[in-house]
């Protein structure tokens, strides 16, 4: 890749995952950001075929092997004791606030978040960044550490930097799974999990805007 070349990629890789997140963030009557994400994905897929040789079938690649299963597991319970444990010492009234509020809509939730939205946002943050960018962030860490980044940052939109701070370190860990794996249906099953329980202890006020909670 020519330096101009590199140059370009980089200035459309700050509009794409920097610009339109800021822009959502001074003008919130822009869009919803939970609707923006179904246009990113169509606008990623026609990039995605035209400049490379994406095939919709890596998106359901799994091959992860037991131990991988096992230990991610292990990680994931871990942080739904440390959640819980946060949001029982610190926000005590706010515990199971969505399960307490609107029980049918936590449910409808755990059926569609993961499909609808974790999965999406894995396509975007993982396969995308990595296939587009890819010679901007050639090993592990630099690409983690983008992927990572830019994943927290699309949630300024929440105006919360809790909500930042917490996709911080959840999107340099799927990231980090996703460089191991190459698996983004594996990468979105935790997505779709982790979310489910923000949401299930009571932290879900912090990724969406207007709640239901009364």
Known sequence: MTQQKITLRIIEFVLLFFGIPLLIYFDRDIVHPSVIIIPVLVFIFLILKKTTDFTFRELFRWGVPGATLRRNGMIVLACLILMFSYTALFEPDQLFNLIRANPLVFLA??????????????????????????????????????????????????????????????????????????????????????????????????????????
Do not use: K
């Open 109 to 214: 939730m755990c059926i569609f978040y993961p499909v609808f939205s974790a999965f999406g946002q894995e396509i975007i943050y993982r396969t995308f960044l990595c296939r587009r960018y890819g010679a901007l962030f050639p090993n592990q860490w630099a690409f983690v550490l983008a992927s990572g980044i830019a994943f927290s940052f699309v949630h300024i939109v929440y105006y919360d930097p809790v909500s930042m701070i917490l996709t911080l370190i959840g999107g340099i860990y799927l990231a980090r799974v996703y460089w191991q794996t190459r698996s983004v249906l594996f990468t979105a099953v935790l997505h779709g999990v982790l979310g489910i329980i923000v949401f299930g202890v009571g932290l879900g006020q912090y990724f969406w805007l207007d709640m239901p909670l009364s």
